[in-house]
């Protein structure tokens, strides 16, 4: 598998890259795969205590309240699931995409183009899906951006089953796609499901995060500085009406990725970011994320008569074309067309099956479709079946790519061979270390 084009060469898109970011990325995909089982478990656990004589219980533990009244954070678990333990998850999301464009493979425009061209497909072909599928409902515009996001530990819980051998290009691929599909989603959400601003708290907001900034742009890590004022930054956009996992993404750019030169030069060793990103990304994807799905996942189905009511509800049939046809025509749209513009061809160890592969995997949203889901419709009957829409869309995307991805199955053995084939033993792959 290529690494490029030079000269009189034709660019290649979807190639390899470089040892260092492969490593990165198999270590960052590791975790997360956890983070997706324990995920499903949370859903899985959710859906079925939802639909059981014990359903009571489960409302009640979602409306149960707790937290300090005199800081309006006297809120339900459901509340602080999707506005506190998400804002752990973007920032972690936050830390991944500013590595990414300073420090890892995609600081080149040229490999950049591709993923972020994809993650923009994504979102606007499923958006337009939405609209068209749901046009005529009243109300129903306010859920355009549910099936516009990507969850990556669902998705890569799926390929920890059926993908394992799935290329290192082909993970980088769909890691960056996510992470540049949650930034969008950060942004939507702060954008079009901020109802009532209130700019002084949003203002004031910007105290705490420039000292947490100046505190990290110094490389100062000590938690009990650090925490408070990330703290002080959460409650402040909370109370702006912005939601508060806006904070969290803030924050998480904040960081420094590159070491200081007083400290040694940038090829020292890791920065700041990669050391929070240890810390914080088994937070993220084996509690934060999990506890969600758990909170937010549990919807009573209701039956035959429930499933009839949820698929003639034009909302719920926009969400799940969304995500299983408007996301995987974005995403390969997008792909298609930069490799058109740019005059560039798929590495020749891959296909355009392998391109729907990825695009049919980018089609489960859960987490972020959940929470858009939530801020659109709030409570009721159609936020019940958006719900329904977005569990069946997500496990319908990961059966679809499921025998997309076995069909290649040979071949991603194949290349899993040749990247791991290490003959001289000194831990770092024979191809990559090819001219």
Known sequence: MGQGASGNRRRVILGRGTWPEAGRIA?????????????????????????????????????????????????????????????????????????????????????????????????????????????????????????????????????????????????????????????????????????????????????PLGLFTLLVQRRIRSWWLLLPLAAATWILVHASGVHATVAGILLGFAVPVLRSRKAGGPEAGPGLAEHFEHRFRPLSAGVAVPLFALMSAGVAVGGVAGLRSTVSDPVALGVFAGLVLGKPAGVMLATWLVSRFTH???????????????????????????????????????????KIAVLAASLTASLLAAIVLRLRNRAYRRIHEEETRDDDHDGIPDIYQRG
């Open 344 to 386: 560039a061809d798929l590495d020749t160890d891959l296909s355009w099956l392998d391109v729907l592969g990825l695009s049919l995997l980018a089609g489960i949203g859960f987490t972020v479709s959940l929470l858009i889901g939530e801020l659109a419709f709030g409570t009721g009957e159609t936020a019940d079946h958006v």
């Open 27 to 207: 270590e960052v995909l590791r975790a997360e795969t956890v983070g997706g089982a324990l995920l499903l478990a949370g859903a899985v656990v959710a859906v079925a205590w939802a639909n059981s004589p014990w359903a009571s219980s489960y409302a009640a533990v979602r409306d149960f309240g707790i937290g300090p009244e005199a800081l309006h954070l006297h809120l339900s678990l459901a509340t602080w699931a999707a506005d506190g333990l998400l804002a752990i998850f973007f920032f972690v999301a936050g830390l991944e995409l500013k590595r990414e464009f300073v420090a890892g493979d995609l600081r080149d425009p040229r490999r950049a183009a591709v993923p972020v061209a994809a993650a923009c497909g994504g979102v606007i072909l499923p958006a337009l899906v939405f609209l068209t599928v749901a046009r005529g409902t009243p109300g129903a515009a306010e859920g355009w951006a549910i099936p516009t996001a990507t969850d990556i530990a669902f998705a890569l819980a799926v390929l920890a089953v059926l993908g394992r051998f799935l290329p290192a290009a082909l993970r980088t691929f769909l890691l960056t796609l996510a992470v540049v599909d949650d930034l969008i989603a950060i942004v939507i959400i702060a954008v079009v499901y901020t109802a009532d601003l209130s700019p002084m708290p949003l203002l004031a907001a910007l105290i």
